[in-house]
T-cell receptor
Framework: GEDVEQSLFLSVREGDSSVINCTYT??????LYWYKQEPGAGLQLLTYIFSNMDMKQDQRLTVLLNKKDKHLSLRIADTQTGDSAIYFC??????????FGKGTKLSVKP | KAGVTQTPRYLIKTRGQQVTLSCSPI?????VSWYQQTPGQGLQFLFE???????NKGNFPGRFSGRQFSNSRSEMNVSTLELGDSALYLC?????????????FGEGSWLTVV
């Protein structure tokens, strides 16, 4: 079935780059998304990438897509303590819904 | 432009009761989807409404239902509440059915069933 997998935890030092990885099974997704969730809050759309793109850059965020390996990554440059949150990768499911990974908890140490 | 608004933000209900949650999408968006988030199961799709019609439905029992009004506002209802229904319920808004490139979420409604 459709599935999205992410590592559960990532710890980095402030100022370093963070790379969050994701693999997905459904190659029919038109778009792939990254969301951020802070404690007690909803999901914030960070960025998305169209499935025929390899890379998308948006300020400190860089998304890389390897369709052959069904691998998606989110790089956050110059990571700040305010970036500490849970990051979700999501792809489009066969029902038109989003299929989410379990989320990667990013901890940024000063 | 106002974001996705969900009400109420927090509520506590007793087993066996029913609950209604409301979602107002971003102006101009006609698709509203609902998701349930729990620590154990993560984010799971409940259903999607577009132009007042249910387009898609996830794998939840019939106790979970929803509807959409002509102004695109949506409600979801859970009847005969069970302890396991305790969760964060998230509403997502998008311009087109199936999502498209921009799908925005509200802050969610935290439901606790006791």
């Amino acid at each position: 079935g459709e599935d999205v997998e992410q590592s559960l935890f990532l710890s980095v030092r402030e100022g370093d780059s963070s790379v969050i990885n994701c693999t997905y099974t459904d190659s029919s997704s038109t778009y792939l998304y990254w969301y951020k969730q802070e404690p007690g809050a909803g999901l914030q759309l960070l960025t998305y990438i169209f499935s025929n793109m390899d890379m998308k850059q948006d300020q400190r965020l860089t998304v890389l897509l390897n369709k052959k390996d069904k691998h998606l990554s989110l790089r956050i440059a110059d990571t700040q303590t305010g970036d500490s949150a849970i990051y979700f990768c999501a792809g489009g499911g066969s029902q038109g819904n989003l299929i989410f990974g379990k989320g990667t908890k990013l901890s940024v140490k000063p | 432009k106002a974001g996705v608004t969900q009400t109420p933000r927090y509520l506590i209900k007793t087993r066996g009761q029913q609950v209604t949650l409301s979602c107002s999408p971003i102006s101009g968006h006609r698709s509203v989807s609902w998701y349930q988030q729990t620590p154990g199961q993560g984010l799971q799709f409940l259903f999607e409404y577009f132009s007042e019609t249910q387009r898609n439905k996830g794998n939840f029992p019939g106790r979970f239902s929803g509807r959409q009004f002509s102004n695109s506002r949506s409600e979801m209802n859970v009847s005969t509440l069970e302890l396991g229904d305790s969760a964060l319920y998230l509403c997502a808004s998008s311009y087109q059915t199936g999502g498209g490139n921009t799908i925005y979420f509200g802050e969610g409604s935290w439901l606790t069933v006791v």
